[in-house]
Each structure stands twice: as C-alpha cells, then as structure tokens.
C-alpha cells in the first residue's frame, strides 16, 4: 500500500517565512504585503486555514431530493456533496480510489450511484465501492471506499471540514446558533438564484471588506437604502457617537419586539474568541424595514416559514474564515468565499425563497438580487484596487479605524492566531 | 569563451523531493501526485528523460524534399529537422549562434540555406556558418556551427536524440523493427493528416491511458468497432479468461497466414527492460479487420507498398517514452506526446497513405481520421478529469488492475527506473 | 507601527545563482540565458536596477496643466504623477496610507485632491493627507502622507527614482544634457500621439537590439530611409571602413554648421562609464535630413521652437538602463522601455509636436508615427525570436561583433556592474 502522507505542503521553506510575518504582526493595522501576495501563504493558507477549519460551502436546498448532488471546489480538493436514500446528506472527495480520475464532472445533478468516468468503478450513496471490473478475487472493495469528508447541516447552512479531525467547538456553534436560524427554515425553502463572481484579489481582502461598513457610504447606494451601516462592528467615536446612539435606540426597540415574536435577536460575538469563529445579530433595517432590496419591501411576497410580519429586519450571520449571511422574513441571501490562488477568490452568493414561491408571481430574480449583485461588484472593484496596492513595494500596513473598524482587526487577530496555531502544529 | 556548462536544472533543491518520490513508489499503484503536478517534477522529467533519451517527433514524409524542413518544439527545445541535398535528414537546435535568434519561425517550410531574421548569419544545410558580416578576420566560423541533434530514421519514423550521448540500444531496437516495419514502406508515403491537441493534463497520464485497454469498452465506441481490448497487455483473470483465449486463436491464426506472407507479426516486448523501451505485436482487426475505420474496411483504396490483401490487421508498436503507431495495409497512423508543462501536453496525430492516393478518390481526410479524432477526444477527457483528481490533496495513489494494466505498470517501472539513474548521475 | 522593511525580496535564494551568473560573464559575449529568463534574477533586475536608477517614464507634456495627472506602473509599483498648483510636477506612490488601496485607476486625468475610493481618505496635491474620517483625535495625519517618489524633468523628459537615494551623479547628467536638449523646447510642446506595444521577451533583449544597427539593413526598410547606421556605435572594420569615413565627414561638417547655430552636437559617451550611464550625439540623417519619415522631410510643418531651419538631423540621447529619444526639428520621440515580468516587456512611445501645431493641417498622426510603429513591430519580432532563441537549452552566449555592436557590449558592462554593485549591498 502507498503511503497514507502524501508529499505535499513543504514546511520546510514556508515556514521561516511565515514564522516572521506571524511575529511581525502590528495589533491593529492591516496585514503585511506577502500575506495577500506570497504564493507560500498561500499554500499555508489553504493547508492550515481551509483544509482546518469548517468552511461554508453550499445550502441544503441545492442537494433537494435523493440522488441530488453539487459538487464544490476548495483549493485543489473537489468535494462531492450528495442527499442519499434516506434523506441524509453525505460529502466526499470527489476522486476516484483506482487511478484517481474525478467522479462527477458538473457543477450539479442527479445521480443513483456514482461511476467513475474511467473504467467503471461504482460507488453507493454512502460511498462503498460496489462494483469494480477485472481486480481479481483477492481485491477488498472495502478497503477503497470514497474518502469521506466531515459536513454538518446548520439549519440548511452546509459546512464541510477536511481536516481528519475537525474543530470540536462548532457543535457548540451550531446549537447556538439554531434557535437564531430555525424559525427561517432554510432546509424547506428552494434555491432562487445563485451567482458566483471571481475577485482578482487574496480571499483576506474580500473578507476584510465584508467586516466594515467605513466603505458603504463612499460605495454602496443600493445597499444603504436599507443598510444601517452601525450594526458592522461600529464603535461610538468623536464622528458618529451620535448616529450610533440613535441607532442603538432603534435595535433595542427592535429587539423586543422581535425576542416576543420568538426570535432571538442579541447580539453573539465570538469572532476571535473561538477557533470555529462567529457573530451574529437580528439587525434593523432602514425606511420600510422588511428586506435588503431596492424599496426595502420584501423581495418575495410569500415569506419563508409562516411568518405573519414581514419586517423582521435581517439576521445576520457572520463565520470566520468565509461566509456571512442575512436571514429576511422573505428569503436568505449567503456568501460564501473561496480562495482561488494567492491574488483570486471565488464570491459565490446564493438566494433562497419559500420553496412554493413562483417566479414571475411570487418575486423575480431581478428585483431579488439586484441589491447584492449591485453591491458584490463594487465591493469587487475595492478589493481588485486594494490587491493592486498591497502589490506595490511602497505599501505599508496602514491602521484600522478603531470605531468602524473592529470587526476586521478581529478577522486579522482570527486568522493570524489560527495560523500561529496551524504553524506550531507543523513542528 | 563562455563556458561549455549553462546554469540550468539544478539538482539541489530538486533532486531531494525527486530521490523521495522515487524510493517512496509502491509497486502495482499509480504515481503519487507529485509526479503529475510539480514543476520541479517536470523539469526534471523534461531534463532527465526527453532530454536524454530518443524521442519520436515526426515520419520522414514531412521533409520528402531537398531543403524541405520542419520545427518541432521538445520543452524549451526548438528543432529544425531539414532534408539535406544528398536526401539525407538533418536535425540542429533551430538557434543562431550569433545572438541566439530562432532561425526558422515557421512549422514547416522550404528553404535553400539557413539564413538568420536578425543579423542575417547563413548557415548551409549541414549546419555550417558560411557567412556572417562585421565579425572581422580573426572570427572563425568553424567554432559557430549549428548544433547538432542526434536524430534516426527507423523505416519512415523520426526519432532525436538531444543528449550528446544518446542511448546506444537504439540501433538494436531499429535493427530488430526494421523487417516489421519495412513492407509499409513509410518512406515513400505521403502525409494525409496531422492533428494537434493539447490535453490539459501531465504527459505520463496520457501515456498511462495509451497503456491499456481497460477504459476501451466504457469509452470508445469508435474504436472498438474495429479494437480487440485483448491485445494491450491483458492477463488471463476471472473476469476475461474466456474472452482471451479466443482472442489468443484469432491472433495464432492470423499470425501463421502473416508471417507467410512476409511479415513478422510475433509479439516483441521489451517496454521496461531496456533504456530504449519497446512493444510491437500485429495484432487482428475485428469484422472485415482491414483498419481502424469506421466500418473496418480500407480508407485508402490505394494500399502502402504493393499489398496484395487489405486484411492485415494492425501492427502495432510502442516506445517509451512517447509515442505509439498503428500500421495498417492502407495508412500508418502515428502519435507524438510532447510535454508542454506539468499539466499541459501535446498529442500530435500523424495519417500516412500511398503517395500516389489521390484525396477524394482514393481516401477522404474526414474516414480516414473519424476514429482517432473521436478517441483521441475521449482520451483527452478521460487525462483531463484524471489531471483534476490527482490533483486533489485526497488523491492517493490506487492499484493497477493485475490483469489488464500491466502495460501500465511497465510504463510507470520504466519511468522510475530511468528517473533514478538520471538523478544518479547527477550525483 | 509596523517594521519599515517589509519582507520582499529575499537575497539567501537569489544571490547565489545571481553571484555566479555575474562572475561567469564572459565579456563581449551576450548574455547567459537565465538573465533573460529566470523569475529570480528578474526580481533583481526590479529590486536591483529598476528601483535603484533613474528611469525614464514620462515626457512633461503628459501632465501639462495644473492637476492633471498620469499613472505609470514600474514592476508591481505604480506611480502618481502630477501638476501641481505652482507649476510644479509632483510624484508619488499611487497606494493609500489606510489599508493600501490604489488611488488613481486611471491612465490619466484631472483632479483637485487626491481621494481614496475605499474609505475616501483625501490627499492635496502636495501629498498630504488632508481628510480621513472615523480616525479618532490621536491620528497624527502628517505620519500618513503619501510617499513620495524621487523625479526629475529633464528640459521636458521626466525621469523618477524609487531608491531613498538616487544616484547622486544624475544633476550631473542634466545639467550636461541641458544645453543639448534645451533648444527644442520639449517643456512647451504638446503630445501628439502614443502607442504601447509589448513584446514577449526579455527588457535586456529590448535595449540590446536598441543599442546596435547591425540588424536595420535587414529588417528596417522604413527607418533606414533616413538613418545613416553608422551613428549606433559602429567602429571601423574590414567590412565598412570606406562606409563609416564617408559618414564622419558628413558628421564633421554637420556638426559645423549646427554648433554655430548654437546647437551642441559633439557626442557625449558615457554609458558604461557611471552610474547614470547615457550617451547623445546630434547625427545626420539621409537625404532630405529633416526627420524620421518616409521622405524625411519634417512631420509637422509648424516647427518645434523657432528653428529657422528644418534640417537639424536628429539629437539623440540614449540612457541606462531603459530609454532613448530623438529630437528633430519638428518633433521628438521618445521611447520608455519598462519590463513586465522576465518574458514580457512593455514599449512606451511617445511623439511630441509644437503645442499650437494643428492636427490634419501642420500634421498627421499617420505621417509623425509610421517609421517608428513600422520598426518598432520588426524589432519586437526580433526580440521575440531571440527571447525563443535563448529559452532553448542548446543557447550558447556568442561573440558580439567589435565594429557594430560595440553599444550593446557597453550596455551589458554598465548592466553587470550595476548588478554586482545592487548584490553587493544586499551583504
Ligand atoms: S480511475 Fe476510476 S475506475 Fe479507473
Ligand atoms: S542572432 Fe543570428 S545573426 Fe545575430
Ligand atoms: S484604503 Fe484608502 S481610505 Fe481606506
Ligand atoms: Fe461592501
Ligand atoms: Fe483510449
Ligand atoms: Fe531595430
């Protein structure tokens, strides 16, 4: 039998590197140019970050029915994420145990067992190898099944971790979480639309970006009709104490109108506290207050779950390294984040509605995502700009605002102590 | 004078993850993933085993002309292979030796001398400098030759050698080719067809595939048609026993009428036991058994040589480490895998027909190539989706199949084999 | 405050081969091939050459009122340059003091301030930060200036320097080229037209084929029109000795009539004699002699300055590392050669004309640029050729020819000194 540690990531030569630019981190400013740059933290990050930790990947609507499949890229590792017979939801890596061909070319389909393209071998739902030509009688099928992959539902939030043993603390995340996310009922709703995006930029860029609101004003005129931009880690400060005070009004009004209504609302703040890292809040929403569309009304008449009251503002859900997520009365709009190579990132944003809503009658995709798709291109464009500056050898990290800044010091505190830890592990 | 020794390949850094891969190789298993992903990998597969050993680039009907040439690139490698006036075949490195221009930009071409686009040093078809301005009365020609490739014409197929010292087997593997191949007469053909792809996969991937038949039944419904599977490298086993041994009386049969006929047709396999790795064996066709063709039957009226039956068969003849031929009493089909980078290959598909057929009489390009256009497409696929998983961190390598990919394993032996006395020489 | 010295390039790697690459120069032999072609020893030529000399970007026309503006990228760094309100040509590194976003997109333009799109961060024109919101009392906005690049307008040429101390013997060069330059009144003259090209080659194979003739009777049918070869560093020899004595005397009473028209003329050598390294002679051109032109007579018939005379020949000014120009009577171009990665090159030309001269009446775009497009394109097609050419493992470094390639020699000496100078400092 080959061996079971292929020769892969190098410690060796990444690591001094690394090891320094980990020690010379400076609290509180932006990170150091070979962090969004250096094709070896790239490597690191693929190997000790997204093959580590959970990563959000897809929703439990995109694999509906028995046989239902997608199939999903993270790095080098294509994931097959299939609904078996009874109901469950199994992931696996998406190569074959004979020669290693891939199993499933497209993006999405269905399927009753999984045969590889090359020479037939055949796989049940559940990843046991069943049929396999011309190996002889002393062949063990079981002994090449399909490698399996952790993934865990989140009330219809599909996470997976490739890691042989994946961080303890996210059941704990997960049962946190469920009350905040039940009442949505994801797992019933169905897929409206999804739109993936390529972001000539490092992944850390597209998620400091999504962890303040500084930019939206400057940026962002479809989003802040509805978008208080004070629910995105602002602090109170000389310029906007005011604005802030007035906003923190309006949320605790909110808040108990919600929590009666049965939906927890507090604010969860565990962004850098916790190796499965996350935030979450029930925020409001600005004028009508119902939906984050152009008019701020709800984007599809018949609300998820049977909601009486569609202004239920947004609840937000923020996981580290990659996703964030606003739960509506009408639909839930995610995103999920992955690394391409070191200067590219794959946005992919994924618009669910009531699963008997009708196109056409119901809501349309224009208006449903006109917002997001709006404001995904010009957060593209700042994160292509500022990939462009951190290339140039005068770039200097610069300092994080500490009042409308403190949620992308804490995705940098996150991530820089995740990867102390990922390099310590390496010996 | 500058130094004979560039600053090339070096050994250092490369040659411990090489020596590791290389002890680290389980018998009977694919190729762990290095081998199909690493530049350095690469580098060392294009230094160590193109640039050392003899090389099918391209049949003598290309250069049928005094001053007729052709460029075929190996690597970084250009070369100008060129029909001299005394109708022998030259092949130099295609650079000046002026300022290093590439001589020759074309493919393919006519030419009376050599004649530099830059500072217009001309050079006479054997490689002399015979002219070159301003270098005053002591500059010497004589020291600014082109360079010589070794290059050998075996019946028709020319193979180089850019090693100074190519591998002395060669002449014994022509000598013992040489009565197989000289009834088709290759020579005095003429080109119908050549196709280029380029497969998005690593070379040895598409010579693991070229290797066995195991794939044939569930992919290449062209083929098969006419493709006995059992001729490449099947072993009796539980599944075929049957199937092979009727398989084995075709081919007696076919043989005994053959070999009377004046051509060898016995099995030759020496594709891991010597530097100069080969397999040739005429093999029968299925139904009217005349050719890979659609229907079986001739696609060229006009046979090779003076045949006087249509119904030859194939023979067949693989080298190590890149290429295959099919000669049949009408046309010669020929491949050329020439790496373009670690996951980029060339497949250059050569068709050969009598020099006096006449296109639309006596063959149509569109019969003649239908088959292999289509197999090589699916093979094209097949190196793709396998280039995609062993890509994958999951890849492991998986066992051959004992009995119908043994020509596979010989491959991968060969490759390892040389790949260790090349790394043992550079000490 | 974060380190001052990011971590970039890193000498341990590169040095090494760098250190015997640039003992191993075998002198008038071009150069051995990984300094046209190896990533690491292109990052010196960036670290070491590019961002430590004076590089010509710009012609001053470019930003000619106040507040206009260009953007130049050399390497990964780009570069702001800019009008101010007093007339003064201002150059800054175009990257945000924040989180280091790219400031200005565009090629070119206008502005008041300097604002950041991110989180509109506003700079004047002097590069001070002058507005930055949410930063709280303590920011010290004068510690977040843009940084600043070194620049020079040479009667009308804009040179920069990236080092913290440029050569110190440029003022020198200037104040030499000034009297020379001065008469043709570049500072007041209008940009007429641009054109970049970029060539797949190497920078050095750039300058190199700038740097001799030997090539033009070949391949320059439009420019050798009006150019005599003998100017480009040609030395007596068997072959043209008859040639280059005719020449001189053309030169001799040239120079006469101009320098008593107040125009130096006498050539200045000193590329490989100091660390601004240039070259200018005002030389004679054929027939007509006016200009650069299919019939060279002049271009614009509304002359530069107010030059009685058309027939100035053309003053020419080479410099180190990457830039030469020519100057007529009615016009000057100007060529900025700035490398893109080791295989790609950009080439920047730039034909200035009298400010007031009108389009379609004094000249045509057409008519100003058809010599240089038309020869720039058959030198990119050489400098590709040779980039091919040396990539090849069979390129060997050849002799440079003593009577005609006498520049690209110096070229190269001037090149390998300065790099042996850079590698030095790094200890
Ligand atoms: S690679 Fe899957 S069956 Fe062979
Ligand atoms: S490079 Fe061939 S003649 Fe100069
Ligand atoms: S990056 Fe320029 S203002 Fe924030
Ligand atoms: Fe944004
Ligand atoms: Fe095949
Ligand atoms: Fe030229």
Redesign the interface.
């Given at each position: 039998?080959?061996?079971?540690q292929?020769?892969?990531f190098?410690p060796a030569t990444s690591t001094a590197?690394l090891r320094?630019?980990l020690e010379?981190r400076?609290p509180g400013?932006?990170l150091?140019?070979?962090f969004y740059l250096d094709p070896s933290v790239f490597q690191a990050d693929m190997a000790l970050i997204f093959?580590r930790h959970w990563i959000f990947v897809a929703v439990a609507p995109q694999v509906a029915e028995p046989g239902d499949y997608i199939t999903v890229d993270v790095?080098?590792?294509?994931i097959l994420i299939v609904r078996d017979d009874d109901m469950g939801i199994q992931a696996f890596?998406?190569?074959?145990?004979?020669?290693?061909?891939?199993?499933c070319?497209a993006h999405q389909g269905s399927l009753g067992n999984i045969v590889c393209?090359?020479?037939?071998w055949t796989y049940d739902l559940e990843g046991r190898l069943i049929h396999a030509?011309?190996?002889?009688?002393t062949?063990l099928k079981e002994q090449?099944q399909l490698?399996r992959v952790h993934l865990r539902n989140v009330e219809g939030l599909l996470f997976i971790c490739?890691a042989d043993e994946p961080p303890a603390d996210f059941d704990e995340v997960a049962a946190r979480m469920k009350p905040y996310l039940a009442p949505h009922r994801l797992n019933e709703a169905k897929v409206a639309a999804q739109v993936d995006i390529i972001e000539r930029g490092n992944w850390k860029l597209t998620m400091?970006n999504n962890r303040e609101c500084?930019?939206c004003v400057?940026?962002h005129p479809e989003l802040t009709i509805s978008l208080y931009e004070h629910g995105f880690g602002y602090q109170p400060?000389?310029?906007?104490e005011e604005g802030l005070a007035r906003f923190e009004q309006i949320v605790e009004d909110s808040h108990a109108k919600w929590e009666a209504m049965g939906l927890p609302s507090a604010r969860l703040e565990e962004l850098d506290s916790r190796v499965s890292g996350f935030r979450t809040q029930r925020l409001p929403l600005d004028r009508a207050g119902q939906s984050q569309t152009m008019d701020t009304q709800v984007a599809c008449t018949k609300l998820l779950a049977d909601f009486g009251d569609a202004a239920l503002g947004g609840l937000s859900f923020w996981t580290q390294p990659n996703s964030w997520h606003h739960f509506m009365s009408d639909h839930v709009v995610s995103f999920s984040v992955i690394p391409i190579s070191a200067e590219r990132t794959l946005v992919r944003t994924t618009w669910c509605v009531h699963k008997d809503a009708v196109e056409g009658v119901d809501y349309t995709v224009e208006n449903l995502t006109k917002v997001w798709n709006a404001t995904n291109d010009q957060d593209r464009?700042?994160v292509e700009?500022?990939q462009?500056?951190?290339?140039?050898?005068?770039?200097?990290?610069?300092?994080?605002?500490?009042?409308?800044e403190g949620l992308v010091e804490a995705f940098c505190v996150w991530y820089v102590d995740r990867l102390r830890a990922g390099v310590a592990s390496l010996g």
């Open positions: 039998m080959p061996t079971a292929p020769i892969r190098q590197l320094q630019l010379q400076t400013h932006s150091e140019a070979p093959e790095g080098h590792n294509s890596h998406n190569v074959c145990r004979h020669r290693g061909s891939k199993l070319e393209p090359y020479h037939q030509d011309h190996m002889g009688e062949f090449h490698r490739l400091e500084y930019h400057g940026n400060g000389p310029q906007n464009r700042l700009l500022t462009a500056g951190v290339a140039s050898p005068a770039y200097r990290p610069g300092p994080y605002s500490p009042f409308t």
